[in-house]
């Protein structure tokens, strides 16, 4: 930035300081609809995906890799065509309502077709049934996703408000988190046991708990649509010309800043999900030498203690990033989480697996820096974005930040069996043959280090801070007035 412009005085006066706050009702009930996507999207490529469709249907772990791969890039493919339809949509009931609430109920009909795939099919026709329901699975929650993450962009001008906003939606997001950590434990425990084995199956159990999952993604879903209002609709938007696809993509490739956080994200994310399910396996087949329902405790302890500490750590973030910007706060979360994830090398130990919980705390900021800074700096780009287009874009930006994000997820879960199958490893064998455990160990240490290191750089380059928002927002109110 050059000159910094002194902001409007009403942007800062008491009145306009209270109007920029989000009611309370709203900013909680607009941070549960955050649950949808960690309920239907997060417990399926995270928690369940290889468990249920290798582990207890054996179907190929490099076959799933591709499957969900594909998916993802569809969903990444059809993120932006909704973000723009969403920008464009002119209803007397705004923009995103419409969206919200189809997309939340199509999401919750389709999600149990998953865990419900006729038992005679082989395993090529099983990954057909995989690609069929995903794609129209993935579709129906684009439809909810994208109008949602533009909602969370126009909700307030505040620079410090959006980074409240942010923390109730971690908040919210680590809750049904917590709920996903123990997930595994529930469907492989005691209520649902395979009478040939006498122990719990998560085929078994899956096949009841879609349909409280399926709930659950409609309510979550659904609150957002029926208690939030949307800030920019009436006074701007309705009466501005619709915008072309290609000129939303075009103009979206031109907002720096935008580049700096899919940068970021891309990197974190990569880094994570593409060991995640060599973190599990080393769980089950390192420490506890094939046993997975026990492996799922301590997996069901970790998680918990990621979420707590995510949730404790909240208002010290929160604080931290109105006291000392949210750049160097990401820095610092980042640098924590890197620090963190190497040192739980040495906290990898057969004889106490519970040491594992320890290398958590420090995971937690993680998380943190996606689900809380990363959206609060994302609503700043859309500020910067509106004073080089004139036009608020909120959803054509996500969709844009979506597009890399969801590339994130593919590339990363494509990666995830191939990791797997790299490091040696076979599901037919309960003790893994020497070396494939140090394989999978050294992957899963090494390969999220790296990653993560590279994300530090792009923080630190990072160009948006307080004092440029502060310029950028009094020369918008300036142009268009104060919405």
Same mark, same amino acid.
Not at 347 to 361: C, K, R
Not at 383 to 393: P, S, V
Not at 436 to 456: D, K
């Given at each position: ?16 300081? &209270? ?67 969403? !920008? ?141 209002? /949307? ?110 994830? &190497? ?17 958590? &705390? ?10 809380l800074l990363i959206p609060s700096m994302k609503a700043d780009t859309a500020?910067? !974005? /509106? ?7 909120e959803g054509s930006l996500n969709a844009f930040f979506s597009w890399f ?25 309960? /003790?893994?043959? !020497? ?29 948006? !801070? ?18």
């Open positions: 930035m050059s000159q910094v412009i002194a902001p409007d005085p009403q942007v800062t006066c008491p009145q306009t300081a &209270v109007l920029e706050r989000i009611p309370l009702l709203q900013k909680v009930t607009f941070s549960v609809g955050v649950s949808t996507e960690n309920v239907a999207v997060g417990f399926l490529t995270g928690a369940l995906w290889m468990p249920y469709f290798n582990i207890g249907l054996g179907i190929s772990p490099t076959l799933l890799g591709i499957v969900l791969m594909i998916l993802l890039i569809w969903n990444a493919f059809i993120d932006p065509f909704v973000g723009n339809i969403s !920008d464009n949509a002119r209803t007397r009931w705004g923009r995103r309502k419409p969206f919200l609430i189809a997309g939340a109920i199509l999401t919750a009909c389709v999600y149990p077709l998953f865990w419900n795939m006729p038992a005679t099919l082989g395993e090529f026709p099983r990954i057909l049934y995989l690609i069929g329901v995903g794609i129209v699975f993935f579709t129906c929650f684009s439809l909810w996703a994208m109008p949602y993450y533009a909602l969370q962009l126009e909700l307030t001008p505040n620079y410090d408000e959006r980074t409240r906003l942010a923390s109730w939606m971690t908040f919210f997001g680590k809750v049904s988190a917590l709920l996903g950590s123990w997930l595994l434990a529930f469907l492989t425990g005691s209520w649902f046991i395979n009478p040939a084995t006498g122990k719990g199956d998560i085929v078994i159990g899956m096949k009841t708990a879609c349909w409280i999952i399926a709930g659950l993604i409609l309510v979550c879903g659904l609150l957002p649509a029926f208690f939030v209002k /949307e800030r920019h609709f009436e006074s701007e938007n309705s009466l501005k010309p619709r915008e072309p696809l290609w000129q939303s993509i075009r103009e979206s490739a031109s907002c720096k800043p935008l580049w700096s956080l899919i940068g970021i994200t891309f990197l974190m994310v990569f880094g994570s999900v593409a060991v995640t399910g060599l973190g599990q396996y080393v769980g089950i087949y390192y420490l506890f030498h094939g046993d997975l329902a026990a492996a799922a405790v301590v997996s069901g302890w970790k998680g918990s203690v990621i979420v707590v500490t995510g949730i404790l750590l909240i208002p010290a973030w929160s604080w931290l990033a109105v006291r000392f910007d949210k750049r160097n706060v990401l820095f610092c979360m980042i640098g924590f989480t890197l620090v963190g994830h &190497v040192m739980g090398y040495f906290f990898l130990d057969p004889a106490n697996p519970y040491l594992t919980l320890i290398p958590g &705390v420090f995971e937690s900021s993680a998380i943190s820096a996606v689900w500020d910067y !974005d /509106e004073l080089q287009t004139g036009r608020r874009r994000f969801k590339a994130s997820l593919s590339c990363a879960t494509g990666a995830s069996g191939l990791l797997l199958e790299l490091s040696g490893f076979s599901v037919k064998h309960a /003790e893994q043959v !020497d070396g494939v455990i140090s394989r999978m160990i050294g992957i899963y240490i090494l390969f999220p280090a790296v990653l993560w290191a590279l994300a530090l750089l792009l923080t630190y380059w990072y160009p948006l !801070d307080r004092a440029g928002m502060a310029e950028i927002r009094s020369r918008l109110e300036a142009r268009r007035g104060v919405v």
